[in-house]
């Protein structure tokens, strides 16, 4: 299992190499300025007196940085695996679970366990709260996604908002599909849908719909909401667009292709 860190720890170890590495940086650093910035005399005297915003600035780029390579997810996973436990009566083995590299805004972990169905959940889901889906059996109803939890669990960062992206409105499926963007699939958003009840009891996108990466048999493209005082699995078209049909942006293990948008 993942072991859950704070992001204070720190071993002795870890804080002598830690403190090299910012001295080599900043040597680092201080010959590229001195070797790059073309001034005179009166230059380099104004950024001597602007000392202390230089620090500043460059203490948030730091600090930024430093944050986006030790984001830590163990309490995420332990809380997927009291998740799992809570409502679907297992104990996956999350140890050896692939989590995707971090990047900055996606920090909501999705976990999916092995075996899971779409069938499954949304069962679970109906005991929770009034659900409605367009076709009762979502398993042979929706064509199986490039990401499934047949073969083992697997994991993937969304954005942690209420309602889906922004950024992704007006962008009907087959515009997504073009563009070759990763994007939450129904299995991934109906999971998302009772994790984020378990932690809130609230819904997610009250005011606008998820338009997820998954297809009906039929070729229509998969849609969530909460729409009516009821969770909402339904269709339209893949060459729809409007500005409250908005797919969520996934990272995933899978390599990002050429072209692909977050």
């Known amino acids: ?27 680092h650093a201080a010959k590229v300025v001195v070797s790059q910035i073309e001034t005179d005399t009166e230059g380099w005297q104004r950024f001597l007196a602007n000392g202390d915003k230089v620090k500043v600035a460059v ?15 163990g309490e995420q996973v332990s809380d997927w695996i009291a998740f799992y436990r809570k409502y679907f009566n297992l ?37 929770q709260f009034p659900c409605y889906r367009y076709l009762e059996d979502l398993d042979n109803a929706i064509r ?6 047949q073969n083992g669990a697997y994991a993937i960062w969304v954005r942690d908002r209420i309602e889906a992206d922004e950024e992704n409105k007006n962008q009907s499926f087959n515009k997504r599909r073009t563009q070759v963007c ?4 129904i299995l991934e958003r109906v999971v998302h849908e009772l994790k984020y009840f378990d932690e809130t009891g609230k819904h997610l ?26 969770f909402y699995v339904g269709w339209n078209d893949p060459d729809y667009s409007f500005s409250n049909l908005r797919a969520r942006s996934a990272v995933s293990c899978r390599p990002k292709p050429s072209g692909a948008k977050a």
Not at 95 to 110: A, K, M, T, V, W
Not at 213 to 222: E, F, I, T
């Open 59 to 73: 203490t948030s780029t730091f600090v930024n940085k430093a944050r986006e390579f030790t984001f830590t997810y």
């Open 91 to 127: 104990d996956p083995d999350l140890s050896g679970l692939e989590i995707p590299d971090h990047q900055e805004g996606f920090d909501r972990l999705i976990v999916v366990a092995k075996g899971l169905t779409l069938n499954q959940v949304f069962g679970v889901c109906k005991k």
């Open 205 to 230: 996108d009250i005011n606008n719909w998820t338009l997820t990466s998954s297809l009906w048999s039929s070729g229509s493209a998969v849609y969530a909401c909460w729409s009516v005082d009821r």
């Open 182 to 185: 990763d994007d939450e699939n």
């Open 1 to 27: 299992m993942l072991k859950t860190l704070t992001p204070s720890t720190m071993t002795e170890g870890q804080k002598v190499k830690f403190n090299r590495l910012v001295e080599d940086i900043v040597i």
């Open 144 to 149: 199986p996604d490039d990401r499934c939890a």
